[in-house]
């Protein structure tokens, strides 16, 4: 009997801050849930029946794609300086304001999961009057792509 008060109060507080991150207007939670979404080794679909790139025949709406190693980096918290966002990608497209890694919401509207697939990328609401500029290599041009859904992503 000695553990079940402390296994409840630990539930409690788990179910407490999940409230608090879904309750607040501004925030959005992101879970990683790519462990529990692959199949298993025993050659059995999870219990969640999550679909590859190409939707799979389960009808789940989610792209199971890894990010490359520098997006996995911003998503993790590390993201680039001003100086590292400087450097225009020559290529690249003009869909930047205020420095190569700030894209124009603008610029995106048609690509839903752009800013989920490319966290590196900052999301300018204020891009205006002035032209845009050459984005840095961090935040390419959107693709088709950037329509789907990651799975990494749950909304709430």
């Not at 790519?34 to 025993?42: D, I, V």
């Not at 799979?56 to 300086?81: F, I, K, Y």
């Not at 020559?90 to 752009?114: I, L």
Request: charged share 20%; net charge negative.
């Amino acid at each position: 009997m000695i553990g079940r008060p402390r296994l409840g109060r630990i539930a409690l507080l788990g179910l407490t801050f999940l409230l608090l991150i879904s309750s607040g207007s501004c925030y959005r939670a992101e879970l990683d849930v790519s462990p529990w979404t692959r199949q298993s080794p025993e050659g059995g679909d999870s219990s969640l029946g999550a679909a590859g790139a190409s939707g799979g025949s389960s009808g789940a709406a989610c792209d199971d794609t890894s990010l490359d190693s520098v997006q996995q980096e911003c998503r993790q918290g590390a993201l680039p300086t001003r100086l590292d966002c400087s450097p225009p990608d020559e290529p690249g497209w003009s869909g930047c304001y205020d420095g190569g890694c700030a894209v124009c919401t603008k610029s995106v509207r048609e690509y839903p999961y752009y800013f989920d697939w490319h966290p590196c990328c900052l999301a300018n609401d204020t891009c205006g009057s002035s032209a845009p500029v050459k984005c840095n290599a961090r935040c390419p041009q959107p693709t088709e792509h950037d329509k789907r859904k990651p799975c990494f992503v749950i909304e709430l």
